[in-house]
């Protein structure tokens, strides 16, 4: 197994070399050993490519660098990301499907909904609304009482 990572390990370095035009080298290190068991793509031109690094100043040094711990907040930070994208398009859907059982008479009385699902039933009922008055398909609501006025001129103010 080691030896087929070792390969991988190999190989990927060389296609970033290639593809990306850097250099750049590996030293494999067995443990506890001082001398180095393994270098690509040689001994002299890992030489070069490590000087060349420790020429640069501090700061280039390790601007681009992460350790175990940076890579591991940014790739859960990166995770959490898509699950909360995937947990509001999943919402959204549900929402989608209410609204069509609602409009196929599945749920006439919407009894059994939580508080929740009506309220985004509610929010995207309101948004299709709105966007179908924006696009002149649905006319603007004429207000029946005191209290619709008064919230149509809030609404417009």
Not at 44 to 64: G, H, M, S, T
Request: charged share 25%; with cysteine; aromatic share 4%.
């Amino acid at each position: 197994m080691f030896k087929k990572r070792q390969k991988s390990l190999m190989k990927k370095a060389s296609e970033l070399s290639t593809l990306y035009g850097v250099d750049a080298c590996v030293v494999m290190y067995a443990e506890g050993e001082a001398q180095p068991m393994m270098v690509w793509p040689s001994v002299p031109e890992a030489r070069r490519v490590i000087e060349r690094f420790r020429a640069l100043p501090q700061k280039d040094q390790y601007e681009n660098t992460t350790n175990l711990e940076g890579f591991l907040k940014q790739r859960i930070t990166n995770l959490q990301e898509k699950v909360d994208k995937a947990k509001h398009e999943n919402d959204e859907l549900e929402t989608k499907l209410l609204l069509l059982n609602s409009l196929d008479g599945c749920l006439p009385s919407l009894v059994g909904l939580t508080v929740k699902q009506i309220t985004s039933l509610n929010s995207m009922v309101e948004e299709r609304l709105k966007k179908l008055r924006g696009n002149g398909l649905l006319a603007t609501p004429v207000p029946t009482s005191n209290q619709d006025v008064a919230s149509a001129t809030n609404i417009q103010d």
